[in-house]
């Protein structure tokens, strides 16, 4: 994999891009945290996950592959020489990682599979320390350990949730997904548009989920009756196209797209761990649409993970400054 431009923990990003990046990044955490919230109405209709799922990605290979057409502007070389690189994403970035979330949630609890899950930030930060030496100093560190303290609280794995071995190996194989994830949103040297690569790997998730789906691997099933919320307003009946064209558009269309363009502005170390706020969205979703009500013990979980996040930024910061204060060496 080539060397990403923005990766470089040493290289001072302007201010304007790292705050338009941290825009972009809550934009897609937030998309990223309304599917659960939606899908849940789906599934409780008779919907299986693997038909949710590629009905997700499908609508927004749909929407996104025209935009990714256009930001192309017929440099089809770009295309074909990062071919590779689009089929990667697809496959791991997107449908592993879906397929792989929703095969782990049938032999676990929803909590210890999205935690193993969110361990991705920390696979980024040991990948650009052995791929390019980028060792995390002790500010990252402390960030990265409180953002996990958070998760476990937030995730409220202490309710003596049951774990599954074969659960926690599809667990594990969704973080290696979500990991490739930041690291190839992060990259920009391959000249390919943040929408192009967002269609690219879209349209090959759908081709793989359809012929997972075909095959039987992964089951397909579906219904047309209203799908149902217990709101934190009361109960609430929708079409079932309206959670479905929410899922495609806005949680995959939207999501992808401006998690690699915040990938690029951040590099995919801060980006990785800014995501974990997707976890407090995804509460907050589940509050509003499905009535489910955060605890205290949550709600301090979630300051824990806004206080690595910060930790993790001022972490990249003293690497900047401490590597544009190193002295030129003295020629002899």
């Known amino acids: 994999m080539t060397t990403m431009t923005h990766d470089s923990a040493t290289v001072r990003r302007p201010a304007s891009q790292v705050r338009s990046g941290l825009v972009l990044a809550l934009v897609s955490s937030a998309a990223f945290g309304l599917s659960g919230a939606l899908a849940r109405g789906l599934l409780d209709a008779g919907w299986t996950p693997g038909a949710a799922v590629l009905a997700r990605i499908a609508i927004a290979a749909v929407v996104v592959t025209p935009l990714g057409l256009r930001a192309l502007a017929g440099r089809w070389h770009l295309l074909l020489r990062n071919s590779g690189v689009v089929v990667v994403y697809g496959l791991l970035a997107v449908a592993g990682a879906q397929f792989c ?10 909590g210890p599979a999205l935690l193993i899950e969110y361990t991705a930030p920390a696979v980024v930060v040991l990948y650009l320390w052995l791929r390019q030496g980028q060792r995390p100093g002790r500010v990252t560190v402390l960030g990265a350990v409180l953002a996990s303290a958070g998760l476990v609280l937030v995730l409220d794995l202490f309710s003596g949730a049951s774990v599954s071995v074969v659960g926690v190996a599809w667990a594990l194989c969704a973080m290696i997904g979500a990991a490739t994830y930041f690291v190839l949103n992060a990259d920009e040297s391959n000249g390919l548009p943040p929408l192009t690569l967002a269609a690219g790997g879209l349209v090959v998730a759908s081709l793989v989920l359809g012929v997972l789906g075909a095959a039987g691997v992964l089951p397909m099933a579906g219904s047309l009756a209203p799908v149902a919320y217990d709101t934190a307003v009361g109960s609430v009946a929708v079409p079932w196209w309206l959670p479905l ?20 502005r951040l590099g995919s170390r801060l980006a990785s761990f800014v995501s974990l706020i997707e976890v407090l969205f995804a509460v907050a979703f589940a509050w509003l649409l499905l009535a489910e ?11 824990l993970v806004l206080a690595g996040v910060v930790a993790v930024k001022l972490g990249e910061d003293a690497s900047v400054t401490s590597a544009t204060e190193r002295p030129e060496p003295v020629p002899a």
């Open 101 to 110: 979330y929703f095969s782990a949630v049938q032999h676990m609890q929803v």
């Open 245 to 264: 064209l929410l899922l495609g558009v806005v949680t995959a269309g939207l999501a992808y797209t401006t998690g690699i363009a915040a990938g690029r």
């Open 293 to 303: 009500l955060p605890g205290l013990v949550q709600i301090l979980g979630g300051v």
